[in-house]
């Protein structure tokens, strides 16, 4: 009997592999000159491949992630000419090292403590004010504070806690804290919040990297001691900004105000929700943050009017081109702009690519290219490899690379178009980029709003359309200007304009924001959605020729990929005091008709569907209540909900499959129990239909593993105890 497979087999596979592999090969390296640009997205699937892990990697597991490291950078060396070698130790080269830079990211913070449970006073260094708008309206002031010392009990003598916390004052508190200022107060803490759902937005993930211990609220009025002392750069800068916030409000009081405000000193805490959501369902949210585009504007206004100065100075002409001394100007500018601003990672992007760009002129090389792009993202991924996970960087990503790759490939109709005889034709090809600009980067970021949101807005294009460049000719030059007249104290005499600009864009947002289906909600994009579609976005920016068209597969496959999962069918919330029921279309949550609004919100993101209450008495849908009992029609079997203080008896247990108890651990014989203690040992649950009947539950503990930033049950951190007494 002959063996299968036979050597003729094989023999004849391994031709047609060869056959195959040659123009694969060859194809390759004719593309060898971007290899380079795909390094950043190397790093960024180790580092995802890390976040990725239900367990967390030890000491020796890093020791061989460097030396496969080391090994792949030796290997390059010495074989780089052999494609295999080449591509090979790249690829695994790249992604060892993100999951490396991510694993010593994690394990450089210091673990969370344990905060009191009750009030407490507590004493603390203000690194930094900013304010607050609540949900009805109301102004307050929040700050971050270090150093920080609890003065009770057992916590006398405590060591400083090595985490900052996040504390809001009181409406009706006089206090002006200002940075660098130690404050005592009487407060009430809370440790970072479990996720919402087994899956989701993790805020303890959040706090971790960003180095906080929880967040918490003033029961009473604080005390502040000003430090007379010198204070440090971050502290002066921290002042200077309240303080321009303080004189940019004065002069230019309500919403209009708090927007300038936002955009010059970067207090985008204190936007009000509506006009933040009006803006956010027009597909303006980023004119509400220091970004990339407020950058720009600036570096662009400063370079211009450099430019025009230096071009009417003969003696500056000679000394150095007008061009190189615009741009190093524009760059110190942007960089101050950043700095005061205290901005966050779209911003420090930008300024980035700038620099990198300002030594691209002074090169005489192309200033803005997908391997300026490139350097700027390794470069963030190697400082902050955390960000990967968050939406600033994705979504600045995403804009930036479609825009290049987009701008490249159209290039040469543009170039023809704006230089046309026709009249018509260099008119259209000049108003076309504007569009085309907004087209890409907004085009870019839908599905990353689909995975953080779970909205999109399908009017993005006309708004930003006409609200970018009134932000560029009108309100930016008047808030610089207004920053200029500071000095002199008039800078009303330019926020007032500027607010006229700000009014027109914010009437822009609520018209836009009315139109019909402006904001259409869509199951969120999963983990594995959003990693789907930026492999396909980096095949079809970073290769040439036609083989990038291959791209648009996964990123359609990503686009649908909303409609291809599961539906949970029922939710429970991490402190087992609210379930939701996702039927006839809404997510029906009770008991009571107050839903935590946090827990609702990332309820309603996932599922995509408005809100609704469960029936007091009486059926709704797929689901009916009577007397604190609900329960939930199935295949398989019904799922009880106990949303009241009850035993379940024997007619309750009759066709059950699951029962979910929010004030026991009591249950049904030969049905599974969701009890209080479960979900406060395990988290959010989740139960989704399975595909040949009953339930599957999954649960918010397993499903982020044993990792750094996943607290105890119940929220417990390391205790902070006191130092010892000297003898």
Not at 53 to 77: F, I, K, Q, S
Request: charged letters at 15%.
């Amino acid at each position: 009997m002959e063996d299968f497979p036979s050597r003729q087999h094989i023999a004849r596979l391994a031709a047609a592999l060869s056959r195959i592999g040659k123009p694969v090969a060859a194809w390759l390296w004719g593309q060898h000159a971007r290899f380079a640009v795909w390094l950043p997205v190397l790093l960024a699937a180790g580092i995802v491949a890390y976040f990725a892990l239900p367990w967390e990697p030890g000491g020796m597991d890093a020791a061989a992630m460097g030396m496969v490291v080391a090994a792949c950078v030796v290997a390059r060396l010495l074989w780089g000419n052999v494609l295999s070698v080449r591509m090979g130790c790249g690829v695994v080269g790249g992604c060892a090292a993100g999951l490396l830079l991510a694993w010593g990211q994690a394990h450089r913070m210091p673990p969370f403590p344990d905060l009191p449970r009750r009030a407490v006073h507590l004493s603390g260094r203000v690194a930094g004010v900013d304010g607050q708008t609540l949900r009805d309206g109301t102004q307050v002031q929040r700050m971050a504070l270090a150093d920080v010392r609890f003065l009770d009990g057992i916590n006398i003598g405590m060591t400083p806690l090595r985490r900052q916390i996040r504390l809001r004052l009181r409406p009706d508190d006089p206090a002006i804290p200002v940075a660098g200022d130690a404050l005592s107060a009487r407060v009430l803490l809370a440790p970072p919040a479990f996720p919402a759902i087994p899956g989701g937005y993790d805020a303890q993930r959040r706090a971790w990297f960003d180095g906080l211990a929880g967040q918490g609220r003033a029961l009473d009025g604080v005390t502040c001691v000003h430090d007379r002392r010198l204070p440090g750069m971050q502290a002066w800068l921290d002042g200077l900004r309240q303080k321009l916030e303080q004189r940019i409000r004065a002069a230019l009081p309500g919403p209009s105000g708090t927007i300038a405000a936002t955009v010059l000193a970067g207090s985008d805490g204190a936007v009000d929700a509506g006009v933040r959501e009006s803006f956010a369902d027009a597909g303006l949210a980023h004119l509400l943050a220091v970004a990339g585009l407020h950058l720009a504007i600036v570096m662009g206004l400063v370079m211009a009017v450099l430019r025009m100065g230096l071009a009417l100075s003969e003696r500056a002409a000679l000394f150095w081109p007008c061009r190189q001394i615009a741009a190093l100007g524009a760059l110190l500018t942007g960089a101050g702009y950043v700095l005061l601003t205290g901005a966050h990672l779209p911003a420090r992007r930008s300024l980035i690519m700038a620099g990198l760009a300002v030594v691209a002129l002074l090169a005489g090389r192309r200033p803005f290219s997908m391997r300026a792009l490139a350097v700027a993202a390794a470069i963030l991924m190697a400082l902050a490899p955390e960000q990967v996970t968050e939406l600033p960087l994705q979504m600045s990503m995403a804009a930036v690379m479609a825009l290049i790759a987009g701008f490249d490939a159209l290039r040469p109709v543009l170039s023809a178009w704006a230089h046309d005889v026709a009249w018509w034709r260099r008119m259209a090809g000049r108003a076309g980029r504007p569009l085309l600009a907004s087209v890409l980067a907004g085009g870019a970021c839908i599905p990353v709003g689909m995975a953080h949101f779970g909205t999109v807005q399908p009017w993005f294009v006309l708004a930003n359309l006409l609200a970018v460049p009134l932000m560029s000719v009108w309100i930016m030059p008047w808030g610089l200007a207004s920053l200029l007249l500071m000095p002199l104290g008039a800078e009303k005499l330019a926020l007032v304009p500027m607010g006229w600009g700000i009014d027109v864009v914010a009437w822009l947002a609520r018209l836009v924001a009315g139109l019909p289906v402006a904001r259409i909600g869509v199951p969120a994009m999963g983990g594995a959605g959003l990693v789907l579609f930026f492999a396909g976005l980096c095949w079809l920016c970073l290769w040439a020729g036609r083989v990038r068209l291959l791209g648009v597969v996964p990123v359609v496959l990503a686009l649908s990929s909303p409609w291809m999962g599961r539906m949970p069918v029922v939710l429970v919330s991490p402190d087992a005091r609210m379930v939701g029921v996702v039927t006839g279309g809404r997510v029906l949550t009770g008991p009571g008709g107050h839903p935590d609004p946090f827990i609702l919100r990332e309820w309603q993101r996932v599922t995509g569907l408005p809100a609704g209450v469960l029936p007091e008495d009486g059926m709704l849908a797929s689901v009916a209540c009577q007397r604190g009992v609900c329960r939930v029609a199935g295949q398989g079997g019904d799922i009880v909900l106990l949303l009241g203080a009850r035993l379940p008896d024997a007619a309750l247990c009759l066709g059950a499959e699951v029962v979910v108890n929010l004030h026991g651990q009591a249950g049904c014989p030969g049905a599974d129990r969701i009890g209080r203690f479960d979900v406060w040992r395990e988290g959010a649950h989740a139960l989704y239909p399975r595909a040949g009947g009953g339930v599957v539950v999954t649960r918010d503990r397993a499903a982020r593993g044993a990792r750094p930033w996943v607290m105890r049950p119940g929220g417990a951190g390391m205790p902070n105890l006191p130092m010892a007494r000297a003898e």
